[in-house]
């Protein structure tokens, strides 16, 4: 984006609030929508500023049902504020912005902004437009002007960060809109991806996802069949890059030489997120998923043989025109035979737009809830027996913000296992932190004797009197497993503070110590966010 694409900065600290749906490509997408508007001269209204925002935005989602409604009933709750107070505005991004175009406008002309999926650079000086013309400015790009990582940014971690390699999607599944949304599949320099990688890290970041609505295709737009192996294997080679992982990749796509890598590298995370949508080959068909139950199970296959203690997680879509019982029980016989460490399971509802929605067959609701039902009910089983298997287990938890809702109560903290796998745990010390008496934490700080955390030093050494934080590695043992998450109620092995969790005390403090502009007369402090981490991989649609 050009510089005189960028409005001038605002004359005073308007605030501004990011409403964001879908999934993880609208989160990236928001971060860079909130560092645009702070690049402008906005600041960030309060947690729990509900709507009393100068600018409020929506990031919007055309995947999940419902959408629209659910827009145009929040877009109706802000129409009495936004009459009371003079120089409000809304605007409207995203996919459902990119699908509805001047539709947003009519059904509510209190909205300032429309824009798009391909442009969301735009949305500052389409801001100042609108106020100075005192009209709504709809603009909606055909194709793609930047890439997200390119703008400016104010990500929601310290610790962690997105990273696009590529946007768009070359599939044409029947249940999905996303393609026409967000165009056809285009791809970032490898170079441009592992720059900016490194930046993240020199900034103190310690994990990255890679992200692309088919990530694992990646390549495919420059020519180069392997090219998300070797960019997996460069991601390995970066020094201080812990954790490396990636969403959503496609079935199709993956091929043994990512399986290699994965293997291989010791920072990319023994995790993977991998769409099934269905276990019948009849339904696949109608949905145009391009492999087949045989297919995907072999995959899985060849990834626990390489990796024995991946955890594999999936999205499955139940009630699908046409979907018999039998093709059900396909879906849940490749479940059983999958054994994922969890699913995102959707029921089945029209997607205006998309081929699946004029289908014959469409199932009645209470087959499709019946359905999911018992799927969620079989997926619990196995989530929670596979949980099981870690008690005893002896893992590094990666201490994350806000992933625990009782956390305050029980005094624990929680974070992330290699596979992903949630953790609370006591945050407490076990004996010294001394390598002579707790040998756990023998060549924690030398990077020979432990390639896969490069970059350490001794300055991060741990003492009993420091606090955990955000972005600091716990090890801990298991000892008590839920369907959703895991437990380590002794105290932990040993603490390493992190470059990462440096970087969220420093970011802690500096948010803390600053005031974000005034409303109604008060002052307000800004606070980051957590890394969103219920997001359904991939729109549920990959």
């Not at 107070?85 to 459902?96: D, E």
């Not at 100075?132 to 104010?154: G, H, K």
């Not at 737009?353 to 089983?381: C, F, H, N, S, W």
Request: charged share 25%; aromatic share 6%; hydrophobic share 35%.
């Amino acid at each position: 984006m050009s510089s005189s694409d960028r409005s001038q900065a605002v004359d005073i600290n308007r605030t501004y609030e990011v409403r964001t749906y879908g999934c993880q490509m609208n989160v990236h997408d928001s971060e860079r929508l909130s560092g645009l508007l702070e690049d402008a001269g906005y600041v960030r209204a309060p947690e729990g500023a509900d709507g009393d925002a100068d600018v409020v935005v929506f990031n919007t989602c055309a995947v999940r049902e419902n959408a629209d409604n659910k827009l145009y009933g929040n877009l109706g709750r802000l129409a009495p504020m936004k009459s009371k107070r003079p120089g409000m505005q809304i605007a409207v991004g995203g996919c459902l912005a990119q699908k509805d175009r001047d539709t947003i406008v009519t059904r509510a002309p209190w909205v300032d902004v429309v824009f798009g999926t391909h442009n969301i650079g735009k949305l500052p000086v389409l801001l100042e437009r609108a106020r100075i013309l005192e009209e709504a400015q709809v603009e909606i790009a055909e194709s793609l002007e930047a890439f997200p990582s390119t703008l400016p940014t104010r990500r929601e971690s310290a610790y962690a960060a997105w990273v696009s390699v590529s946007v768009g999607c070359n599939n044409t599944c029947t249940f999905c809109i996303v393609p026409a949304l967000r165009g056809k599949e285009k791809d970032r320099r490898p170079g441009d991806i592992l720059a900016e990688v490194e930046a993240l890290v020199a900034e103190g970041v310690c994990e990255i996802t890679l992200l692309g609505q088919n990530v694992n295709a990646y390549g495919s737009d420059i020519g180069d069949r392997e090219a998300f192996s070797k960019l997996l294997r460069a991601c390995g080679r970066i020094e201080g890059l812990e954790r490396v992982r990636f969403t959503s990749p496609h079935p199709r796509d993956f091929t043994d030489d990512v399986i290699a890598a994965m293997a291989e590298t010791p920072n990319v995370m023994p995790q993977l997120h991998m769409p099934l949508q269905s276990g019948s080959d009849t339904v696949l068909k109608a949905m145009r998923r391009s492999y087949r139950q045989e297919r995907f199970l072999g995959i899985i296959e060849k990834v626990r043989a390489a990796i024995p203690h991946a955890a594999i997680s999936t999205d499955i879509i139940v009630g699908f025109p046409g979907e018999t019982e039998e093709d059900f029980e396909q879906t849940m016989h490749t479940v059983r035979e999958a054994r994922f460490a969890n699913a995102f399971t959707f029921q089945y509802s029209k997607r205006p737009g998309t081929p699946a929605a004029t289908m014959d067959g469409q199932i009645p609701k209470e087959v499709v809830q019946d359905r999911y039902m018992r799927l969620v009910a079989l997926q619990e089983e196995i989530s929670w027996e596979e949980n099981k298997k870690q008690i005893g287990r002896t893992l590094d938890v990666l201490v994350a913000e806000g992933e625990g809702r009782k956390d305050g109560a029980t005094h624990r903290l929680s974070g992330r296992a290699p596979d992903n796998r949630l953790v609370h745990f006591n945050p407490s010390l076990r004996g010294l932190n001394d390598e002579h008496s707790n040998p756990s934490l023998r060549g924690l700080n030398d990077k020979h004797s432990n390639p896969s955390l490069p970059g350490l030093n001794d300055k991060h050494s741990t003492k009993r009197d420091e606090e955990v934080r955000p972005g600091d590695v716990v090890t801990v043992e298991i000892t008590y497993a839920a369907p959703h998450h895991l437990l380590a109620e002794g105290a932990a092995m040993s603490v390493r503070r992190t470059r990462a969790g440096d970087a969220w005390e420093k970011r802690h403090a500096a948010e803390a110590a600053k005031p974000v502009g005034v409303m109604l007369g008060l002052p307000k402090i800004g606070v980051p966010e957590p890394l969103p981490a219920a997001a359904a991989p991939g729109c549920g649609c990959d």
